[in-house]
């Protein structure tokens, strides 16, 4: 099992960059799938991107693509989300999210085992 702690939230202009990390504080997180989802006010928990346990594959949602990469450092426990050009859409509260499957939706947040409790993005205009 692993725990998930995400961290790098916060305030930033459109067209800024903020990087999130996900450490795991408890389990090896380089025998997992992570990947990000977002979550703004009133909406669903949509699927942002995922990788690969050993960052050989990466999958990015369309809408992000080109701005947004994931990436994952397992020597140090973390995986990345790096955020660039910013738009006030991107405003919500990102999450983390690991498991070991290697079929099924991975657009879905019910094929996740584990989660983080979240980091607030704002991105004002």
């Known amino acids: 099992q692993v725990q998930l702690v995400e961290s790098g939230g916060g305030l930033v202009q459109a067209g800024g960059s903020l990087r999130l990390s996900c450490v795991s504080s408890e389990g090896t997180l380089s025998n997992y799938f992570v990947a990000w989802f977002r979550q703004a006010p009133g909406k669903e928990r949509d699927f942002v991107a995922r990788?690969?346990?050993?960052?050989?594959?990466?999958w990015t949602e369309d809408s992000v693509k080109g701005r947004f990469v994931i990436s994952r450092d397992n020597a140090e426990n973390t995986v990345y989300l790096q955020m660039d050009r910013m738009t006030p859409d991107d405003t919500a509260i990102y999450y983390c999210?690991?498991?070991?499957?290697?079929?099924?939706?991975?657009?879905?947040?019910?094929?996740?085992?584990?989660w983080g409790q979240g980091t607030q993005v704002t991105v004002s205009s």
């Open positions: 999210a690991a498991n070991q499957k290697y079929s099924g939706s991975y657009r879905s947040p019910d094929e996740y085992d584990f």
């Open positions: 990788v690969h346990p050993l960052g050989i594959l990466r």
